[in-house]
């Protein structure tokens, strides 16, 4: 199947710091890619739409000024945490489509956020 | 009422047993169906596709009835391995809806 890749796999910063998050589609061309949030225990929340040039679409009660996503190219998209508190601490995971029109979707190993 | 409703668990089974897990959904729109498999800590993988006509991939089969806006997957001959959690996936609107998940624990 397609590879997705995120960096980094885990990362702890101090509150009110900024983090930046990758996700890359190493093998294919992803014009749509996703962010999901997980908290343990929980289902996978959907965060935001990110189609490639253009803006993300975020979900009802995701702070688009705080989570802020690029996708500039067919195979990176970021997420930047801003002002980040303990409460963003989560495990955050991105996935990427295919250019066809399709529900599969392809995900990335994830990333654990600490924030102390 | 969740979108994706599912028994969390978790379930204890021994090797060999054969398990059933369900799913309800809310959105009676909602085209696409899934199963996917989680190990702890790690992203969720595709395990399977779900059909109205019912499919099987080995030990697994997976069956939608949308009259019921019910979803199951039916593992046999159950493997140590097998221990995980399954997420039942609906998508919609080119969005994928992920349940909470139910948790599987095989023992020996």
């Known amino acids: 199947g397609a590879v997705v890749s995120q960096h980094p796999s885990r990362v702890i910063c101090k509150s009110g710091t900024s983090v930046k998050i990758e996700c890359r589609s190493l093998d294919f061309q992803a014009t749509t890619m996703f962010w999901y949030r997980q908290f343990p225990k929980k289902s996978l929340m959907l965060m935001a739409t990110s189609n490639e040039g253009s803006k993300a679409t975020y979900e009802q009660g995701v702070e688009k000024d705080k989570f802020l996503i690029n996708h500039a190219s067919l195979t990176l998209s970021t997420l930047t945490v801003t002002s980040a508190h303990p409460e963003d601490s989560s495990f955050y995971i991105c996935?990427?489509?295919?250019?066809?029109?399709?529900?599969?979707?392809?995900f990335g190993p994830g990333t654990r956020l600490t924030v102390t | 009422r969740k979108e994706v409703e599912q028994d969390p668990g978790p379930f204890n089974v021994p090797e060999g047993a054969t398990v059933a897990f369900n799913c309800t959904y809310s959105n009676s729109a909602s085209q696409s169906f899934f199963w996917y498999r989680q190990d702890c800590r790690k992203e969720p993988k595709l395990l399977m596709s779900?059909?109205?006509s019912g499919n099987e991939d080995g030990r697994f089969t997976a069956q939608l009835n949308r009259a019921s806006q019910y979803i199951s997957l039916l593992i046999r001959d159950s493997k140590l391995s097998d221990s995980a959690t399954y997420l039942c996936?609906?998508?919609?609107?080119?969005?994928?809806?992920f349940g909470t998940g139910t948790r599987l624990l095989v023992s020996p």
């Open positions: 779900v059909y109205s």
């Open positions: 996936v609906v998508g919609s609107f080119q969005k994928l809806v």
């Open positions: 996935s990427a489509r295919h250019r066809d029109p399709s529900y599969e979707q392809y």
